[in-house]
């Protein structure tokens, strides 16, 4: 299995489908240390993988490799999907699923941070970004 993700200013995933604005970006400057974070990725599911159901896991990790908690809770999420094989598709390719996230109100100190994803026991990518106050 593999995949990707990346930061956005906004995304959604409708219809098997990204829909990204401002993607891409690794730098942050803020003006109040609290952020709107879209996640946005692409899992590929293997054709041998299809029709079974898969634990998802989207966590906010900082630059010291400890995961973000807000509240004493996590700043992750979770959850479960299974992608089927749509009729008429050709044996062996790879099926696709879309994500997105928003991370809404995050109070983050300037430094390092990366959202790591992982789908199962495999680890698909992480998008590393910067947190910078503007002065």
Request: hydrophobic share 40%; net charge negative; proline share 7%.
């Amino acid at each position: 299995m593999r995949g990707y993700i990346l930061l956005a200013d906004f995304a959604e995933a409708i219809g098997g489908k990204l829909y990204i604005q401002g993607g891409g970006w690794s730098q942050l400057h803020l003006g109040a240390p609290v952020a709107d974070i879209y996640v946005a990725g692409m899992v590929y599911v293997p054709w041998d993988d299809a029709n079974r159901r898969r634990r998802l896991l989207l966590q906010l990790i900082d630059q010291d490799g400890v995961e973000v908690t807000l509240d004493g809770q996590p700043v992750e999420m979770r959850g479960e999907f299974e992608v089927g094989r749509p009729p008429g598709m050709t044996p062996g390719t790879e099926i696709e699923f879309p994500i997105s996230a928003k991370f809404a109100g995050l109070p983050l100190q300037p430094g390092r941070y990366k959202f790591q994803l992982t789908v199962g026991a495999t680890h698909i990518g992480d998008a590393n970004f910067e947190i910078h106050l503007a002065t």
